[in-house]
């Protein structure tokens, strides 16, 4: 996963009469395809503490036991257990998000992918925006229940980049 281009994101309703927005700023990961089979792997991390909505004193709610409690916890996970494929693209992946130690099946659905390697990358780089919805009491967040929303959409834009196999040493003595 590159983490330059990687923004996990989240808006869920304040008040019942707007949206409030944040993202997650450091993301790391694996993502494995192989289109013609049919097959594929997504394991990735965010780290809690990063999490921002432009406001610093929300900010710092966030973190607090009420929302992500990043002193107990402080990564969340997604680990796929399918991806299903639309030809050669991906367009879903089912898994498990652990978020609070709490971890719940989530479909991930793909709604724009592709690769490239244009003249300026040296390898393959593809990216997809994903989004899913959960339910935040699921994951142990029911505090101002009044004042937001229970729906939590996720909307993850997201780059991998090939990695080469690694070259064999030369034999010894060669």
Do not use: W
Not at 66 to 85: G, L, Q
Not at 90 to 119: K, N, Q, S, W
Not at 126 to 154: I, K
Request: charged share 25%; proline share 6%.
């Amino acid at each position: 996963v590159e983490p330059g281009h990687t923004y996990p994101s989240f808006t869920v309703s304040h008040l019942g009469i707007s949206t409030q927005r944040g993202r997650f700023e450091r993301t790391r990961g694996r993502i494995v395809l192989d289109p013609s089979a049919r097959a594929g792997m997504i394991d990735v991390t965010i780290d809690a503490a990063t999490a921002t909505t432009g406001n610093r004193a929300l900010d710092a709610v966030l973190r607090e036991s009420d929302f992500f409690d990043v002193e107990r916890f402080p990564a969340i996970t997604f680990r796929s257990r399918a991806v299903e494929f639309a030809g050669e693209a991906p367009r879903r992946a089912t898994g498990d998000l652990t978020l609070r130690g709490i971890t719940r099946p989530v479909t991930l659905e793909v709604v724009r992918f592709g690769c490239t390697r244009l003249p300026f990358f040296v390898r393959l780089t593809c990216g997809a925006d994903v989004v899913a919805t959960v339910r935040r009491s699921d994951f142990g967040m029911a505090a101002y229940a009044g004042l937001v929303g229970e729906e939590v959409r996720l909307e993850i834009q997201i780059e991998a980049v090939k990695q080469e196999p690694a070259a064999e040493p030369p034999p010894a003595g060669g």
